[in-house]
């Protein structure tokens, strides 16, 4: 989506806007309904990051932040009708806004997509997303969360990619970090902002960063296993590509790679692997079977593609393998 149509103008004097204050309301409220989502759009990009948006409904936009800042943690209360918001490569570039956020969902459904990932939120769902990758927020109907916004430096810069749309929700340890946020956030927007809880605000967002890294670790294992099963229904096809395993698997061809990628392995490797151990229990089997046809059995384009991946994996060629010491 290009930046020059749906970024951040800056246009708009409204009170509270540029430097941003310890303690906002904002609204779209404040326009008239002709400007509303470009004043929309400048508001996001002066509470949070320089973004890209756009509705993604026709008819009218409304939108409203009550913020806060409590030193390092900014938490931000955020109501709105559907839309998208892109953080591009060329925003990231002119800026220097080196931020991690999490959004937590509070009503309606919305998704985070960032390194790869897709993490969808509803309501008591959390996620995390790094300001200095792209990332795209989307909303396809009203909806209300709280952003919680905290300086990378504050944070392991080591636990950041990992967690990035991963969702933490339901029971658990996660949960008492999102109500922790969600009860600050609320005693804020009351007139009680509780300086001494800051402290332990930005140890949880760290504990709660540890979950996700921890939680996509455990989702790449079950992935990792899907592929491996999917890979040995699939072998005996010759034709088998990557785009039928990650469609069985349901996944993208990116996801695919990079969970391979965490074995050091790739996709011509393991099928190759797996048609070679295939080709070895029909050749001690059925010992008189032609090589053409155990080829053809277990997925080789052919018995000349036979020979050669059964020397690489084995060392010897399949008539010694037959004729060896079972």
Not at 108 to 115: A, K, P, S, V, Y
Request: aromatic letters at 6%; proline letters at 6%; a neutral charge.
């Amino acid at each position: 989506m290009p930046d020059v149509d749906n970024r951040c103008a800056a246009g708009f004097d409204a009170e509270g806007m540029g430097a941003t204050p310890a303690a906002a309301e904002w609204s779209t409220t404040a326009v008239d309904q002709d400007h509303a989502f470009d004043y929309w759009r400048d508001l996001i990009c002066d509470a949070f990051v320089q973004l890209s948006a756009r509705p993604v409904l026709p008819g009218p936009f409304a939108g409203s932040i009550a913020h806060r800042a409590l030193d390092e943690v900014e938490l931000s209360t955020v109501t709105a009708d559907a839309q998208r918001v892109d953080r591009t490569r060329s925003l990231i570039a002119r800026s220097h806004e080196d931020y991690l956020l999490a959004s937590i969902q509070l009503e309606g459904f919305g998704e985070i997509r960032q390194d790869g990932r897709v993490a969808g939120l509803r309501a008591g769902s959390m996620a995390f997303y790094d300001s200095t990758r792209p990332y795209t927020l989307a909303f396809g109907a009203h909806f209300r969360q709280l952003v919680v916004q905290v300086p990378r430096t504050a944070l392991p810069a080591a636990r950041v990619r990992d967690a990035t749309a991963v969702v933490l929700d339901g029971p658990g340890p996660g949960r008492l970090v999102t109500d922790f946020f969600v009860g600050l956030a609320r005693e804020a927007e009351d007139g009680h902002p509780a300086p001494g809880l800051v402290p332990h605000a930005v140890g949880l967002f760290e504990y709660a960063l540890g979950l996700a890294g921890a939680s996509r670790a455990g989702t790449d294992a079950a992935v990792r296993q899907n592929v491996h099963d999917a890979i040995a229904r699939a072998a005996g096809e010759p034709g088998v590509s990557a785009d039928d395993i990650a469609a069985a698997c349901h996944i993208s061809r990116r996801t695919l790679f990079r969970v391979l990628a965490g074995e050091g392995r790739t996709l011509r490797d393991l099928l190759r692997h797996e048609r070679v151990r295939r080709a070895k229990a029909v050749l001690r089997a059925e010992p008189h079977l032609p090589v053409a046809v155990v080829a053809a059995r277990c997925g080789f384009g052919g018995e000349a593609q036979l020979h050669r991946a059964f020397r690489e994996v084995t060392g010897v060629s399949p008539g010694a393998f037959r004729s060896g010491p079972g």
